[in-house]
Structures are given as structure tokens and as C-alpha cells.
């Protein structure tokens, strides 16, 4: 990347600080301040927060759209879809009727402290972050060429480092600005990849014929293996704490499910980009980086 690039990501990292500390004296107040924002979610907020944080591995999705092309879509997003769409029909207007902070702390209430306990644990261990800071640390090696595990730990104590200035406000604040990035950058990698080469007479003349069917030669098992999977947005802590954090039981529940269609739209986006990553870019060695390599051909400085 070029200088101008460099100074755009630069000035990205101040910003996210400079969002958090808007918001440094939230630590300051009451636990529902500081876990759940003051339960004040407004819609977009809720959306935008929501959007950003569960849509997870980005560079898993780079190398499973690049390797078996539109079953991404199924594997990745529609089971995923599924679950959020179950949850927000039967679970999200119960989670923030509860005026709970934390699922372990609902579950210390009903059950016992012993439970509670337990679900702590449960929680820590299925919502710690390991697949965004290697997707992060492989990245930062990438473009930086420092070792993997000093770029992980560095993208740790700095994500770790602006949340705790501000508490879930400064989540939130900064979510916003994240989900401009997230759709803004894709949406121009596409564009200009549909501009420059077509759409799809120019894919399907580019890759293997299982890549544009939608089981990608996968089996029906290992697909609908995915669907139980997803499941697990039933007790998903991101669902939990944003349904308890909204200002209704309304927001909670239209919030997921506006949330759902976004996803919809950038699977679209990811999935196609695999599918011009494998085309133009048939012998990459490290499929996890299609996206990166894919823009870094393609794309002009600032949009890069």
C-alpha cells in the first residue's frame, strides 16, 4: 500500500480512540451503563452494532467464497439467517422484557448462582474473539510482515484498549463508523470489478462449474450439519446483551430482523468477491487472503 493508504488506515485507528473517548466517563456509572449503554438503543444504533459484531472471520469467508465459490452463501449466511430470524421472532422481545445484564446473571436469578456460574464460563469460552484476531493478526502480518502471534497480540491490546475507555457506548459509536467501512468497501470492490470485468458471463467463464452451484460438491450432510451450527444464535451473548440494551422490546426484535437483510446483501457482496478473487487470481496459495490480494490488484488508492 502507498502512503495515502497508510495515512487512511492511521487516521481510521485514531478515530475509533478518538470515538471511544467521547465516551470515557460511561465506566464511571452504574453497570447498566457501562454493560448495556444505559438500555438506550435506538434502532439504526442497534442495527449497526448488531451487523458489525456478529458477522464474524471475514478471511474465512475470503477463502471459503475463493474455494467452493456460491455454497458460501449457503453454508455461511442462510443457517446463520435462520437462527437470527428464530431468535428474533421468539426470543428478542423475552430477552429485553427480562431487564437482565448478562445471560449468566438472568441465569443466576431463575436457577441458582451455581448455574450462573457455570453459564460464565460457558459464555466466556464460546464468545472469546480468537477467529477476528487471527483474521486481524493475519492481516497486520500481512501488510506489516511482523510474526503472526506479535500481530495478534497486537490487534488484542488495541481492540481490548479502545472498548475499555468507553464501556458498550464506545462499542456502539464506533460500530457505526465500522459498518460505513464494512459495506463502503466491498460495495466499491464489487463495483469496480463489475465495471472493469462484467458479472456473471465473465465468472462463469472463469471458474470450475461447483463453484456457481449453490452445494459447492459439498454434501447435503456436511451442509445441513451448518444449519444445526447456527443454532447457536439462540444463546448467542451479541443477540442477548443488544435485546437487552435496546429502549423496547420492539426495536429488539425489528432490529434483527433489519439486520438480517444486511447481512443477506454483503454475503452477496463477499461471496461474488470470492468468485472474481478465483477467477483473476487462480493460483493464490493462501485463499484466506483473496480479498486482500483481490484489492490490492484491482483497487485505486483511497479506495484501497
Known amino acids: ?171 456502539v459509536r464506533t460500530d457505526k463508523l465500522q459498518f460505513v467501512l464494512m459495506y463502503g468497501g466491498f460495495a466499491a470492490l464489487f463495483a469496480i470489478l463489475f465495471v472493469q470485468y462484467g458479472f456473471w458471463d465473465f465468472i462463469v467463464s472463469h471458474v470450475p462449474s461447483d463453484h456457481i452451484s449453490w452445494t459447492g460438491g459439498a454434501s447435503l450432510w456436511y451442509i445441513g450439519s451448518w444449519y444445526i451450527i447456527a443454532q447457536g444464535a439462540l444463546v448467542e451473548p451479541t443477540f442477548h446483551q443488544r435485546c437487552y440494551a435496546a429502549q423496547g422490546e420492539q426495536i429488539a426484535r425489528r432490529g434483527i430482523l433489519i439486520s438480517v437483510v444486511f447481512w443477506m446483501f454483503f454475503d452477496f457482496l463477499t461471496t461474488f468477491c470470492g468468485l472474481y478473487a478465483r477467477a483473476l487470481l487462480p493460483d493464490l496459495g493462501n485463499p484466506a487472503l483473496a480479498f486482500p490480494q483481490l484489492a490490492l490488484q484491482v483497487l485505486p488508492p483511497v479506495a484501497l
Open 1 to 171: 500500500m502507498g502512503v495515502i493508504d497508510w495515512t487512511i488506515v492511521a487516521a481510521y485507528l485514531l478515530t475509533l480512540v478518538g470515538l471511544s473517548w467521547r465516551d470515557r466517563n460511561a465506566l464511571r456509572g452504574s453497570a447498566s451503563q457501562v454493560i448495556l449503554g444505559g438500555r438506550a438503543l435506538t434502532l439504526h444504533a442497534f442495527v449497526a452494532t448488531l451487523v458489525t459484531t456478529w458477522y464474524g472471520g471475514i478471511l474465512g469467508v475470503s477463502e471459503y467464497s475463493y474455494s467452493y465459490g456460491i455454497s458460501n452463501w449457503v453454508v455461511f449466511g442462510a443457517p446463520y439467517y435462520l437462527g437470527a430470524i428464530v431468535f428474533a421472532l421468539f426470543l428478542a422481545k423475552r430477552a429485553r422484557r427480562s431487564e437482565a445484564l448478562t445471560i449468566p446473571r438472568r441465569i443466576s436469578q431463575t436457577i441458582g448462582r451455581r448455574s450462573g456460574f457455570i453459564a460464565a464460563l460457558l459464555v466466556f469460552v464460546t464468545s472469546a474473539p480468537t477467529a477476528y484476531l487471527l483474521g486481524l493478526g493475519i492481516l497486520i502480518q500481512y501488510f506489516m510482515g511482523v510474526p503472526a502471534g506479535l500481530a495478534m497480540i497486537l490487534a488484542a491490546l488495541f481492540s481490548v484498549g479502545y472498548v475499555s475507555i468507553g464501556g458498550f457506548k464506545a462499542v
